[in-house]
C-alpha cells in the first residue's frame, strides 16, 4: 500500500520568507509518479508539478522549487520570497501503476496549510 | 473551456434522504474519480471508473454507489445520507489509467452537510 505524510500541519510565515513544505513517501513499486497540487481559500484543486520517479533532477519554476530524493522518499516544494497570494492548502500526492486492484488513484497527504502573513 | 463540472455546489440532506452528486468532463477522458476531503484527513478515493461501464471501489466505499454508462459522466449516489457523510467531494479526471503520470484534473467541489 502506498503512503504520503506532510508532517507540518500548519505553517505560518511573514511575506517574503522563504518556507520548505515536506513531503515523505512510501511505496514498493519502483515506477511512480509524485504531485503537488495547491488549494487556495476558494477551493478548487489546482495541479503543480508531476515528477517521476526515475528523474531526480530538481525543479525550478519561478519562485517555486522542488527537491526529490529518492534515498529519503521525500519530494519537498520550497517557495521562495513568499507572497500573501500563496497562502493555500498544499497537497502532496503520489501515483503507482494501475493494479485493478481497488483503491487506484492519487494516494494524498493530509496536507499542509501554508499562512503567509503581510 | 469547462473541464470537470460537478453539480451541485453545495447541498444540505436530512439523515437517510438520497441524493446524486453530478459530475461531467469534455476532455474525453478514460479515467474518472470520487474523492472525499475533511479536515485533517486529506482527500481519499471513494470510487473509480476506467472507462465507461467499468467501476471500482477505493478506500472508503460505504455508503456510496457510481455507475460509468458514458465517458463523460461519473454520478455519486448517496442512498441513505448518514452524518459521517458531510464532507466536500471533489470528481477528478485523467486520461487514461494505464499510466501513472497523467495529471488528474479536478472540478470545483460539492460541499455536502447531512444534518
Known amino acids: 500500500a502506498q503512503k504520503v505524510t506532510q508532517a507540518q500541519t500548519e505553517i505560518s510565515v511573514v511575506e517574503k520568507e522563504d518556507v520548505t513544505l515536506d513531503c515523505v513517501y512510501e511505496?514498493?513499486?519502483?515506477?511512480?509518479?509524485l504531485f503537488w497540487y495547491k488549494q487556495p481559500p476558494s477551493g478548487e484543486l489546482v495541479f503543480l508539478i508531476r515528477r517521476n520517479s526515475f528523474d531526480e533532477q530538481n525543479e525550478i519554476s519561478g519562485r517555486y522549487s522542488w527537491n526529490f530524493q529518492k534515498s529519503t522518499s521525500s519530494f519537498n516544494f520550497t517557495i521562495t520570497a513568499s507572497q500573501v497570494v500563496d497562502s493555500a492548502v498544499y497537497f502532496c500526492?503520489?501515483?503507482?501503476?494501475?493494479?485493478?486492484?481497488?483503491?487506484?488513484?492519487?494516494?494524498f497527504g493530509k496536507g499542509t496549510h501554508l499562512i503567509i502573513q503581510p | 473551456n469547462a473541464g470537470v463540472t460537478q453539480t451541485p455546489k453545495f447541498q444540505v440532506l436530512k439523515t437517510g434522504q438520497s441524493m446524486t452528486l453530478q459530475c461531467a468532463q469534455d476532455?474525453?477522458?478514460?479515467?474518472m474519480s470520487w474523492y472525499r476531503q475533511d479536515p485533517g484527513m486529506g482527500l481519499r478515493l471513494i470510487h473509480y471508473?476506467?472507462?465507461?461501464?467499468?467501476?471500482d471501489q477505493g478506500e472508503v466505499p460505504n455508503g456510496y454507489n457510481v455507475s460509468r454508462s458514458t465517458t463523460e459522466d461519473f454520478p455519486l449516489r448517496l442512498l441513505s445520507a448518514a452524518p459521517s457523510q458531510t464532507s466536500v467531494y471533489f470528481c477528478?479526471?485523467?486520461?487514461?489509467?494505464?499510466?501513472?503520470?497523467?495529471?488528474?484534473?479536478f472540478g470545483a467541489g460539492t460541499r455536502l452537510s447531512v444534518l
Open positions: 476532455m474525453n477522458h478514460e479515467y
Open positions: 477528478a479526471s485523467s486520461y487514461s489509467y494505464r499510466d501513472p503520470k497523467n495529471i488528474q484534473y
Open positions: 471508473s476506467v472507462g465507461a461501464g467499468i467501476t
Open positions: 511505496t514498493r513499486d519502483t515506477t511512480y509518479y
Open positions: 500526492a503520489l501515483s503507482v501503476p494501475y493494479s485493478g486492484g481497488g483503491a487506484d488513484g492519487l494516494t
